[in-house]
Structures are given as C-alpha cells and as structure tokens.
C-alpha cells in the first residue's frame, strides 16, 4: 500500500495512530492545529486527510469545510467514534469523501476503508492524467485537420487551376487537327477524334504536298495525358519538315517515317515513349497512293464491289531503334473507294461484359456503311457505341476515313467535349467486387483515383474478410493516391492483419509505374497465375472521401509513396509541400491567421 496521508487533530484515542499507519509503508505527516495543518498542505500534496470532525479547527467552518478549501484534491476521511446518523450525513454534505470508525473500534476495517480511499484517489488522478492527455490530443487533432482542410481546399483550388489549363491544352491540341480537306474537289475525308480525358495521344492530319499530292498520317503516342499530348504537337511540326525533300518533291512514306524516327531519337525524349503511324502519300489526280507503317494498326481499302482489303507493313514503332528501314507499299484505287485508318482505341473498346470490338466488327461496319467517307465515320461511331453500352473507354480512339470522291460535307471536326476528370460529371470508372465465403473479389475499370482507392480500401476492410484479389485487367491508370493506399493496404492492412492479399493482371504500364515508385511491398503480393473472378460481380457505390476525410487519405496515401521509396519525396515534393509548409505556417500563426 502506497500513499500520503496527513493527520489532523491530536484526539488522545489516536495515541499510536501515525506509527501504525506508517508501518503500513504509508508516508504520513501530523498536524496538530489548523497552523500546522495548513503550512504541511502548503507544502506537499496528500492523497488522503485524516480529522476528526469535532474538534475546532478554524473559526466559522467545521474542520471538513476548512480542510476541502486548502486542498480540494485530496479525499477527507472523518473519523468519528460512536457518531450518530446525522452527525455523519452533516459530514458527508460538508464533503467528507467516507466516515471512519475510530482506529480501535475495528482496526481491520479502518485499514481496509483507508486502502479503498487511496486506490480511489490513484484511480482518480489516473482519470484526470488521460483527461487532460486527452484535452491535448484533442486540441492537436483540431490543429491538424483545420491544416488539411486548408491543404485541401489548396488543392482544390490547384485542380481547378489545372483544369483550366488542360482546357486550353485541349483547345491547342484540337487546334492541330485538319479543319477542311485539301484538294476537296478530288477527295473526301471524315474523322472522329476522343481522348480518354481533355488531351490524349492520338493525332491525325490531311495535307497538301502539291498541286497533285496529298499526305495523310494517323498517329499513336505511348500512354494519355500531358506527356503524349505534347508529343502530339512535336509530331505535327516534324512531319511538316520530313514530308518534302529539297526541291519541294514529296517524299516517299517510308522514307518519311525513317526521317521522324531518326529525329525522335535524336530529341531524346524520356525512356517509354514512342509512337505508332501510318503515313500515306496519296496522287490526287490517278488515285494511286504509296504507304508505309510503323507499328501501327493495318489500313482497310473498301473497294467498290463491297470488299474489304486489309493492308499493313509491319515494323518497329518510331523512337526504339535508329537503324529500322521503313518499306512502302502501293496501292491503287478506282473513284468511290475509300481507305479507313484507325487507332487501337477503336478496335480494342469494350463492352460491359469485357469483350472487345475487333477488326471483324469495325470490318462489317465499313462493308454495310454507305460508301462515302462521313457516312462510313458514321456507321462505325454507331457500331462501337452500341457495342459499348456506355462501358467507359480504355484508350485514345481515333478514326479517319479518306474517300475517292468530292467532298460531300464539310470535313467532320471533332467537337465532342472531353470526360470530366474531377468530381460532378459522370465517370467512366467503376470499382466491382463480389464476395464469397470469405475471399473478397476486386475488379477496377478505367483510370483509379481518390475516389476508387477509398473504395478498395473499405472493402478491404469489411468485417470477416480472409483474403483479397485485387484484379487489373481493365484498369488503364492509378495515380499517386491510388498507389499509395494500395501500399498501405498491401504492407499494413495485408501483413498486420494476416488476411492473404494478392493482385493479379496487372497491365505493363502499371506494373512498369510500380516498379519507377519502388513499390516492392505490392509487387511482393503478385499472384503468378490469375484465377477467375465471379460471374455476379457487382458495382460499388458511395465511399468518395470529401473534405477532412480527403485531406487524410491524401496524406496518408503521399507519405506511404515516400515510405516506400524515400526518392519518391522529389517526386511528389508538389503535394507533399503544399501539405506540410501550410501545417507549419498554422502553427507559426494563430490558427491560419499566419497563412495567406
């Protein structure tokens, strides 16, 4: 037993009462009058006062009352021999914490009541240590999540100012895209154009050379976004100055695609990007064209009984190898016929049920279209968008179709307004999972962000979950939040909690992002042979993060993309900055008062 006790009262049956209590292992100090009573209360803090409650101890007040003005911490324990029913309610009301029979009347339960008293008082001071701990926690945690809140509508705002940006890009890079046909009153052309979001990688353009010539190229930049848009715009210049040797002659395809390869090379553009083409050097006057491809999707020539030729060249994309010699092919057509090129966008949509769309399917469209160049853009803008049923789109799609003919309409310029990225508009990406005996499926669709890494996350978590399978064949994109949480899921959730984690085909462009940011905790969860997902997978809706709850995920996910790899703190120094000089800007000023 532990604790200190003060006596007060020198009350003759209490002879012997501080040596008893001390050879208890109790410290205890004795007061015989209020004098000494208030200076040893002064000077050290007891758990436990000892009175007897009618002796006199200071004038106007009982010894209880006084005693609980001095030290309102500690617990009274009035001792009273022979006291009556109302002697000891008036003590109680007074503040007494217990009324005590006198030492001698029953010596083992006195000692009983003065333990519970101190373990009282320990159990008391223990509460109000975790009070107060937790009174400052509390006023940290506030401090912190007013930051993120701030952070976050920083972030806000820095989105809208991207966007922004990406509008005008999108406007710049559609301004790239042919607007009339040239020699119109010997050919037609038609086009469809959709990005995957504001900017993408596909381009494509109608042209003169000369008076007799025309060139036409469609292109596919590696990956979306801003770095395949920007290698769009340096496509469209290179061209211009491949297409025509000295002297003004027109160049042939082959030779063009050899030039273009030679300079991407030359720019030495970040590892990973290169681009498919086909080029086409089309006689406007006899219709005979030359062509040549790199790596890239075969032509269609629809000839005028209703057949379909398929023409294509292999060989390497432009910006892998120096040496590669492109070869040209020729082909001649007769007025009516049409040549359709096509991006992979086109031909590797899907359904909702997963399937892709194929040669065959865009085949049987240019065979049943009428034979014009609108017409045929027309017939397989229909087909692929009955085909999808509002699946979202897994690529850049691109279509251009060239018709030996007058142009009938004016040339088809793309206009379609780009997917919205952010919250609000309607996404074309959906997280599918389905459960059985305890193995939880995981299906992502389209591009992985914020909002579909809190879904994953939470359905990680569900209650009685044994084991996970994160499926990716669909997925075309994860970004950094995404990333980070599945780090977090796959290190923490995953080997903290002992449910069996795996992710299984995972696309090249993914598993290549994992690789660059050092996620070795989520490669390490691979699963080598894919094993069927359910039939009844089903969506999951709700679960975006808004908010305080978005500034922590946030964090969370950022801070995690550093733990795995501390060089991933230049990388996301952006985010992380934002994040954390405005947490330390708060805490210099009062509140955000130190904050713009």
């Not at 359905?459 to 995404?482: K, M």
């Amino acid at each position: 037993m532990q604790g200190k006790i003060l006596i007060v009262g020198d009350d003759p049956s209490w002879a012997g009462l501080h040596e008893w209590l001390a050879a208890q292992g109790l410290e205890v100090d004795v007061a015989a009058n209020a004098d000494e009573a208030s200076r040893l209360l002064d000077r050290s803090a007891h758990d436990v006062v000892l009175v007897n409650p009618r002796i006199p101890i200071a004038k106007g007040h009982s010894p209880v009352e006084w005693i609980r003005q001095q030290a309102p911490d500690a617990l009274i324990l009035a001792v009273l021999v022979s006291g009556t029913t109302g002697e000891i309610r008036t003590v109680i009301r007074q503040g007494a914490h217990d009324v005590l029979p006198g030492p001698r009347e029953a010596e083992e339960l006195f000692l009983h009541r003065i333990t519970q008293a101190l373990a009282y008082r320990q159990m008391r001071k223990e509460r109000d240590r975790l009070q107060e701990s937790l009174q400052s926690k509390a006023g940290e945690l506030a401090d912190r999540l007013g930051q993120l809140e701030l952070a976050h509508s920083i972030l806000q705002a820095q989105a809208v100012a991207i966007q922004v940006d990406l509008s005008r890009a999108m406007r710049i890079q559609r301004g790239l895209l042919p607007r009339t046909t040239p020699r119109a009153d010997r050919i037609s052309a038609a086009a469809a154009y959709h990005p995957m979001a504001k900017v993408g990688g596909d381009l494509y353009d109608v042209f003169p050379l000369d008076d007799a010539h025309v060139g036409c190229f469609i292109a596919d930049t590696s990956g979306h976004g801003i770095s395949s848009a920007m290698l769009t715009i340096f496509l469209k210049h290179a061209i211009q100055g491949a297409t025509c040797a000295s002297g003004g002659a027109a160049r042939m395809p082959g030779e063009v695609l050899r030039e273009l390869n030679r300079t991407i090379l030359s720019e030495a553009f970040s590892e990973g990007l290169f681009v498919s083409m086909t080029c086409l050097v089309l006689d406007v006057e006899t219709f005979t064209a030359a062509y040549s491809s790199a790596g890239h999707r075969p032509l269609f020539v629809r000839r005028n009984d209703g057949t379909i030729e398929r023409l294509h060249r292999p060989a390497p994309v432009l910006g892998v190898n120096p040496f590669v010699a492109y070869s040209d092919g020729e082909i001649v057509l007769q007025p009516g016929e049409l040549i359709v090129f096509h991006t992979d966008g086109i031909t590797e949509a899907r359904s909702v049920e997963g399937e892709s769309f194929g040669e065959d399917r865009l085949v049987e469209a240019v065979r049943g279209a009428e034979p014009h160049a609108d017409t045929v853009v027309a017939a397989i803008e229909q087909a692929r968008n009955t085909f999808r049923k509002g699946a979202p789109r897994v690529d850049d799609a691109t279509l251009l179709v060239l018709g030996m003919e007058p142009q009938r309409v004016p040339l088809w310029t793309p206009d379609e307004p780009a997917p919205q990225p952010i919250a609000g508009g309607p996404r074309s990406v959906k997280v599918l999972t389905a459960r059985k005996n305890g193995h939880v499926f995981i299906g992502l669709s389209g591009t992985g962000s914020w909002r579909e890494s809190q879904q994953v996350f939470d359905l990680c978590r569900q209650p009685g979950v044994q084991s996970i399978t994160l499926d990716l064949t669909d997925c075309t994109h994860l970004d950094s939040t995404f990333l980070g949480v599945l780090h977090n899921i796959a290190t923490t959730l995953s080997d903290e909690t002992g449910i069996r984690f795996e992710i299984q085909n995972v696309p090249r462009e993914l598993l290549k992002t994992m690789s660059e940011l050092g996620l070795i905790g989520v490669l390490m969860h691979f699963r080598p042979k894919s094993i069927p997902l359910p039939e009844d997978m089903a969506p999951v809706e709700g679960g975006a993060p808004a908010g305080e709850e978005l500034g922590r995920l946030l964090l969370w996910a950022h801070e995690a993309l550093v733990e795995a790899d501390p060089r991933n703190a230049d990388r996301f120094a952006a985010v992380l900055q934002v994040l954390h000089d405005q947490a330390r800007g708060a805490s210099r000023g009062d509140k955000r008062g130190g904050l713009p």
